[in-house]
């Protein structure tokens, strides 16, 4: 008869792995799917200064993979695989890879949120190194430097007048000629002398070898091309949540992202959601992995609650 699982965790970042220590050292069997991005978001970054308990800083793959043996240590499973099917509807659940289906009492959702990049080679190239989609994780690199940020909602505009604190100055790029931003948020941004605007452009390439030295920028009205000397560019268009296998199962909001209906659990009892797949707001990954610590406990407490 095939294996169930106590406990099988869907993704490998902060939240998944953290989620695996917990449920693996309170002696449940534990099987992590880790996705096609093993180690999650923070694979795409170099220094993270921001986790506790590392003062001088770490490298964000270095702490993945501290992650990954911690929950190992305690005997959670790993496979390099995404999942590719859910049925929530019987019990135990089953969970489906390219390499079979699983079991599992009890399933934590933790496949994260992916920023929305502009899909260009020069940005891919030098994401970590002048790329951000993160203010708070990398304006702190900045000090002192001319930065700008693409967008023009609430997020773009919170982006922007977070990094005055540390950039001489901030450029907004906007593709239209009005921000979607709420008013008192267009307000405070108009207000702040750091933060200037262009409208109606677009970044067509991100300049610089080996960090960011500038942009060339396109006004989609006139065709218009012009360079922007800057070190930092901040992608601030959105995030997706990683939910397309869950639409129409789990309650969720016009954007995707998984609302738990009781603490960690979500409308279906026995499966929980942790980290940025809940989280359009915080997106940290001290905060991704408190919330896969808490579903942990969650999941633990329901399956004693069912037996
Ligand atoms: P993620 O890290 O997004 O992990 C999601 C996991 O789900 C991945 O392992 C993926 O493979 C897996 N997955 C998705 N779909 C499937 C599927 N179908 N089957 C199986 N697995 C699946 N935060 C900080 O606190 N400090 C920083 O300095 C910092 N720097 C950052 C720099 C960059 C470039 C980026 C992009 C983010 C940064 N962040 C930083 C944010 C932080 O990385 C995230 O908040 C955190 O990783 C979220 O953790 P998570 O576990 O919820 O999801």
């Known amino acids: 008869m095939a294996k169930v699982y106590d406990a099988i965790i869907i993704g490998s970042g902060p939240a998944g792995y953290t989620a695996a220590i917990y449920a693996a050292r309170a002696n449940l069997s534990v099987l992590v799917f880790q996705g096609y991005q093993v180690g999650g978001q923070l694979m795409l970054t170099s220094e993270v200064e921001n986790y506790p308990g590392f003062e001088e800083g770490i490298l964000g793959p270095t702490l993945m993979e501290k992650m990954e043996q911690q929950a190992r ?82 997020t773009a505009m919170e982006e922007a007048l977070f990094l005055t604190r540390y950039a001489s100055h901030v450029t907004v790029i906007h593709r239209r000629d009005t921000l979607r ?11 702040n002398p750091k933060i200037s605007f262009i409208w109606n452009s677009e970044v067509i390439e991100v300049l610089g070898e080996d960090a960011v030295t500038g942009l060339r920028l396109r006004n989609v009205k006139t065709g218009e ?16 949540p990683n939910t397309s296998l869950f639409r129409g199962l789990l309650q969720m909001d016009e954007a995707g992202y998984i609302i738990p209906v009781e603490h960690t659990m979500t409308n279906i009892p026995g499966v929980f959601a942790a980290g940025d797949v809940t ?3 915080y997106r940290q990954a001290v905060t991704a992995a408190g919330d896969g610590c808490r579903a942990a406990i969650d999941l ?5 609650s069912q037996a």
């Open 300 to 304: 633990e407490r329901w399956l004693e």
């Open 73 to 154: 240590r305690f005997g959670a499973e790993m496979l390099p695989e995404d999942v590719t099917a859910v049925d929530f509807s019987r019990r135990p659940f089953v969970i489906t890879s390219d390499s079979g289906s699983y079991l599992a009492r009890a399933v934590i959702i933790a496949t994260g949120a992916s920023a929305k990049w502009l899909g260009l080679p020069s940005e891919q190239r030098l994401q970590g190194r002048g790329v951000s989609a993160c203010a708070t994780c990398d304006g702190f690199f900045f000090r002192g430097k001319e930065v700008a940020v693409v967008g023009g909602g609430d």
């Open 225 to 240: 091309e012009q360079t922007l000397t800057v070190e930092g560019l901040f992608l601030a268009i959105g995030h997706q």
């Open 279 to 281: 989280d359009h707001r």
């Open 181 to 191: 931003a709420s008013k008192i948020m267009q307000e405070r941004a108009f207000k």
